[in-house]
Each structure stands twice: as structure tokens, then as C-alpha cells.
T-cell receptor, first 111, second 115 residues
């Protein structure tokens, strides 16, 4: 079945550093989503991507939809302590497909 | 505007019991999906409902069932609870079956503990 892989599994960075994480799949997706989840909360949508090659920003966050449609990456510039959390990628094949999630990348920011 | 609301927020049940979790989508959203998130893992898809019809089902046993009401709210039922059903149950809503520009919005979840 469809499965997503995320790397790295966890990251420890200094405040102010840039962060890069990615998500790969063996299947093609038509939609890529990036979410952030903090303890005790549901995932919060950060960026949605709908077209291969699309590059979209949301403040200090930038995500790209890979041209092969089998991968996506998320960059965070100038990290701050409130960036701490687990970042999930999620993908959807067709309009009627379920949205499936990767295992997450845990981000820790050292002040 | 209210987001996706889920109730209860926390629940403790005994093995073998039954549980019903509730979800109210964002106003105007007609699609509701349910996910199970075990500690340390990503959310796993259980069901999707749109316009009161089941549109998708994940790899979960028949002990899991759901329904959507005319006001688009939804219930997830789990029978014969097992210890392994302990998880955060998340509900997500969207305006259509596809993921529109308004995204795919999650509630804060129901934390179910089975003892």
C-alpha cells in the first residue's frame, strides 16, 4: 500500500539555524500537505501543495512539490523556539483517496 | 469561527467495552475523516465520510464503525475495546472529498485509554 517516509526522524538545532526535512513515497501523489503537531493537540496545516514543481511559502516556511510527484520537502528559515514540534508530511493520490501521513520529523530548537 | 470540535477530550475505558467519539466539522464542511494516532507515530486513516456516505475505509477491523449525520457531524464507534486501541483519535474536516484551498483541518482529538 501507499507509504510515506520522512527524514530525518529527529533534529536538534540551534536557534537561528535553517532546517530542511523531506518526505518520499513509492507512489505518486496529487496533493502534498505539511502539518505541525504540538503535544496534546491535533496537527495544524502549514502548507498545501497541489501541482508538481510548486513552491509555496508561509512566512519562514517554504515547501516544494517534487517534480516526480513522489517527494516533497519543507524548509524552515531562522528557526525560533516555538518551531519545536513534530512535522508530518501527508499525501493524497486522487480526489477520492484517503490522506496518508508520514511518521513525522521531531524538531527541537536549542535557545 | 469554531474549528473542528471533538468530544470528549479524554476517555478511559475497560477492555471489552464500547466507546463513541464525536466530531463536529467546521461550518460549511461536508467531509469528515477519522484517524487513529498511536503515541510516537503518524495518524492512520480509519474512515472518510462525505454527504453522509462512506467514501473511504482504512485497514481497521470491523470493530470500528462510523456514521455521519445530516448536519455533517460524525460519530466513531469502537466495540470490544482492546488495549491496543489506546490512542489519540483525530477528526478532520474539509469542504469536499478533495483537499481544497481551505485545507484539511483537524480537531484536537480524543485521547482514549483502554485499561
Amino acid at each position: 500500500g501507499q507509504q510515506l517516509n520522512q527524514s530525518p526522524q529527529s533534529m536538534f538545532i540551534q536557534e537561528g539555524e535553517d532546517v530542511s526535512m523531506n518526505c518520499t513515497s513509492s507512489s505518486i501523489f496529487n496533493t502534498w500537505l505539511w502539518y505541525k503537531q504540538e503535544p496534546g493537540e491535533g496537527p495544524v496545516l502549514l502548507i498545501a501543495l497541489y501541482k508538481a514543481g510548486e513552491l509555496t511559502s508561509n512566512g519562514r516556511l517554504t515547501a516544494q512539490f517534487g517534480i516526480t510527484r513522489k517527494d516533497s520537502f519543507l524548509n524552515i528559515s531562522a528557526s525560533i523556539p516555538s518551531d519545536v514540534g513534530i512535522y508530518f508530511c501527508a499525501g493524497r493520490g486522487t480526489s477520492y483517496d484517503k490522506v496518508i501521513f508520514g511518521p513525522g520529523t521531531s524538531l527541537s530548537v536549542i535557545p | 469561527d469554531a474549528g473542528v470540535t471533538q468530544s470528549p477530550t479524554h476517555l478511559i475505558k475497560t477492555r471489552g467495552q464500547q466507546v463513541t467519539l464525536r466530531c463536529s466539522p467546521i461550518s460549511g464542511h461536508k467531509s469528515v475523516s477519522w484517524y487513529q494516532q498511536v503515541l510516537g507515530q503518524g495518524p492512520q486513516f480509519i474512515f472518510q465520510y462525505y454527504e453522509k456516505e462512506e467514501r473511504g475505509r482504512g485497514n481497521f477491523p470491523d470493530r470500528f464503525s462510523a456514521r455521519q449525520f445530516p448536519n455533517y457531524s460524525s460519530e466513531l464507534n469502537v466495540n470490544a475495546l482492546l488495549l491496543g486501541d489506546s490512542a489519540l483519535y483525530l477528526c478532520a474536516s474539509s469542504s469536499k472529498t478533495s483537499v481544497g484551498k481551505d485545507g484539511y483541518t483537524f480537531g484536537s482529538g480524543t485521547r482514549l485509554t483502554v485499561v
